[in-house]
T-cell receptor
C-alpha cells in the first residue's frame, strides 16, 4: 500500500531553522512535492524533487534520498507567517499528469 | 490566487441530500483533480479528469460522481449525504505535457461541506 509519514506537530522559534521530515513507501515513484497549507486555505506548492539531492528556493530547501524513501523540508529564518501545515506528497505513477498521495501533514507553530 | 476557482465556498445541508460542487481550472490546464480533506485523514484523492475523460480514480464512494465539461470546468456530485461526508473538498488543476517536469497541481480555495 501507500504510506507517507510525517510528524504531526512541530514548534520552532522565530528566526530559527526547522527541518520537517517525510518518509514514504509507495508502489512507484515519480517525484516528491512539498505544499504549505494555512488553516482553512488551499495548499500552495513549495518544492519538487525527483532526483536525489537538495533543491534550494529562497528560505526553503527540500532534500530527497530515493534509496531511503526519505525527504525533508528545511525552513530558514523562520517568520511568524510560516506557521502552517506542511504536506509531503508523492507522485507514484510514471506519468506527469497523475494524482498525488499526500501525507497527513505537519503542523508547524512558530513562536516568538 | 492560484487561478483555480471553486463554488460555493461553504455548503450546509442535511443527511440524505445531494449537492454539486463546481470547479474551474486554470486557463489552459486540461487536468482536474478532486480531493477530500477531513481532520483525521488528510488530503485524499477522489478522482481525476483529463480533457473531458476520466483518467484516474481514488477512494471515491459510489455515492459520489464527477464529470468534466467541454469548457473544462468540472462538477463533483455528492448524494445520499452522511455526517461523515463533512469535509473540505478541493479541486486542483495542472499543466499538461509529455516532457519531464513537475506538473505541480494548483489548488482552488475549496468548498467546506457541513452535513447536519
Amino acid at each position: 500500500g501507500q504510506n507517507i509519514d510525517q510528524p504531526t506537530e512541530m514548534t520552532a522559534t522565530e528566526g530559527a531553522i526547522v527541518q520537517i521530515n517525510c518518509t514514504y513507501q509507495t508502489s512507484g515513484f515519480n517525484g516528491l512535492f512539498w505544499y504549505q497549507q494555512h488553516a482553512g486555505e488551499a495548499p500552495t506548492f513549495l518544492s519538487y524533487n525527483v532526483l536525489d539531492g537538495l533543491e534550494e528556493k529562497g528560505r526553503f530547501s527540500s532534500f530527497l534520498s530515493r534509496s531511503k524513501g526519505y525527504s525533508y523540508l528545511l525552513l530558514k529564518e523562520l517568520q511568524m507567517k510560516d506557521s502552517a501545515s506542511y504536506l509531503c506528497a508523492v507522485r507514484d505513477r510514471n506519468s506527469g499528469n497523475t494524482p498525488l498521495v499526500f501525507g497527513k501533514g505537519t503542523r508547524l507553530s512558530v513562536i516568538a | 490566487d492560484s487561478g483555480v476557482t471553486q463554488t460555493p465556498k461553504h455548503l450546509i445541508t442535511a443527511t440524505g441530500q445531494r449537492v454539486t460542487l463546481r470547479c474551474s481550472p486554470r486557463s489552459g490546464d486540461l487536468s482536474v483533480y478532486w480531493y477530500q480533506q477531513s481532520l483525521d485523514q488528510g488530503l485524499q484523492f477522489l478522482i481525476q479528469y483529463y480533457n473531458g475523460e476520466e483518467r484516474a480514480k481514488g477512494n471515491i464512494l459510489e455515492r459520489f460522481s464527477a464529470q468534466q465539461f467541454p469548457d473544462l470546468h468540472s462538477e463533483l456530485n455528492l448524494s445520499s449525504l452522511e455526517l461523515g461526508d463533512s469535509a473540505l473538498y478541493f479541486c486542483a488543476s495542472s499543466v499538461s505535457g509529455t516532457s519531464g517536469g513537475p506538473y505541480e497541481q494548483y489548488f482552488g480555495p475549496g468548498t467546506r461541506l457541513t452535513v447536519t
